[in-house]
């Protein structure tokens, strides 16, 4: 069969109908372990390595096919979801690190992520190097002997700053490191392996399960990393998974493993769930991309905005970066905005838009607002905000689905009140 184009395989892959029922949906196979039938049977799965067989937090069914399905969105080899997306994160990095390792970091990156690298990985030994993503001698600078891997995001939140990534992973070449990203905010619509990443991870409560009605996380491996020469970890030979030592599974065994032993498997009505929303990725990233750039086009021109950061407006500065990786879709929904008053309108502006829904997610099909300085990033000290780009006078949006024209009106009217 030729290979199908995106919005084909978000309803297929993986999944093409069960032999009992016959039922068209993806089954949810909502159970902790599987029966074997007999002594055999049991002793054939353990040692053919039949791990979605066997006990749901190693595997299952359900999970299997979201596995599939996200594999084959990116085109790559193979995927491991997760509790949720920092479920995925964590154990990505405690599948590839050890005491002693060091780490080179983007430093504009999702709160969650840098606390675990900042607070969580050095307190079992492992560096951490920050370094402006978009400048090339400050990564090869931070490189030494014992670096194991290169972290960044696919657009910077909540700076929303681009890469060029195709550079960037020349450098993780040069050294053999894996190069990770971390493509939550632009799934489906920029394929990361196309330009020398190796390694995805997904928090798939995002713009994946697309709702915002459960949580949820994934690694999806692009399977050509040579890991001889850094990783003696994925050397390792454990039953009931894989035994291909440093065959191009070996990183997704070692995933197996550390969910094995650190238990943030996905459950399988989760799997369901987001499965659900997979079927209608390429749709709804078409239409968010179109209304986050007409919101962008309304907001720079309202008296009341100083102004708006979406990597889609062509005087942004980096929209050559745009042109380069999203030119299909757009740069996915997120947008922030600043508004005149300051950190008090900024709340008066929360507190009259109607439509849009003040909570702490991005990527549902329903729009999304929220004022950074007062809540996500209301601990830090105002200094510190500046450094992550969170000026008092910002706004986050996360454009959904709704007709723009709503949209716009909502935040016109909540504009003109303050
Ligand atoms: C870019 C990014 N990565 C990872 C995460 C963590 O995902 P989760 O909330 O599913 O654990 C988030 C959550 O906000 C995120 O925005």
Not at 241 to 250: I, L, Q
Not at 342 to 357: D, R, T, W, Y
């Amino acid at each position: 069969m030729t290979e199908k184009r995106l919005e084909t395989k978000m309803l297929h892959s993986g999944y093409a109908g069960e032999p009992q029922f016959g039922a068209r949906a993806v089954p949810i196979y909502e159970t902790a372990s599987f029966l074997f039938g007999t002594a055999e049977e049991a002793a054939r799965r353990f040692s053919e390595h039949d791990i979605n067989k066997i006990y749901t937090r190693i595997g299952n069914p359900t999970v299997a096919v979201l596995e599939q399905r996200l594999a084959d969105m990116d085109e790559g080899l193979a995927a491991v979801c997760y509790a949720s997306g920092m479920g995925a994160i964590s154990t990505l990095l405690l599948a590839l690190l050890k005491e002693g390792d060091h780490i080179v970091v983007s430093n504009t990156l999702y709160g969650g992520t840098v606390s675990f690298f900042s607070d969580f990985l050095p307190r079992f030994g492992i560096k951490i190097s920050y370094v402006d993503i978009n400048k090339t001698d400050e990564i090869t600078a931070a490189v030494n002997k014992n670096t194991k891997l290169l972290y960044a995001e696919s657009i910077g939140n909540p700076k929303l700053n681009l890469t060029d990534l195709e550079e960037v992973s020349k450098i993780t070449k040069e050294h053999n490191i894996p190069f990770v990203l971390d493509n939550t905010v632009t799934p489906g619509i920029f394929k990361p392996f196309k330009y020398g990443v190796d390694i995805i991870v997904y928090s798939l409560t995002k713009y994946i399960s697309g709702h915002g009605i459960t949580i949820g996380g994934a690694v999806v491996d692009s399977g050509t990393m040579d890991w001889r020469r850094k990783f003696s970890r994925l050397s390792v030979d454990t039953p009931p998974f894989h035994s291909a030592k440093y065959g191009n599974m070996s990183l997704i065994d070692q995933l197996k493993i550390t969910l094995y032993q650190t238990g943030a498997c996905m459950s399988p009505l989760t799997a369901f769930l987001i499965l659900q929303g997979l079927e209608t990725l390429p749709l709804r990233m078409e239409k968010i991309g179109e209304n986050a750039l007409k919101i962008a086009e309304f907001l720079k021109n309202h008296s009341k905005v100083n102004w708006v950061n979406y990597p889609g407006l062509k005087e942004h500065p980096q929209y050559s970066l745009t042109e380069k990786y999203f030119s299909e879709y757009g740069p996915s929904g997120l947008l922030t905005f600043g508004v005149k008053g300051g950190l008090e309108a900024g709340k008066n502006l929360i507190n009259n838009v109607k439509l849009c829904s003040l909570l702490a997610n991005i990527g549902d099909a329903k729009t999304l607002i929220i004022h950074p300085a007062s809540t996500t990033h209301f601990l830090i000290s105002e200094e510190e905000r500046q450094e992550t780009g969170v000026t008092d006078d910002m706004i986050r949006l996360s454009a959904g689905i709704e007709a723009a024209d709503d949209i716009i009106e909502d935040l016109n009217s909540a504009l003109n009140s303050i």
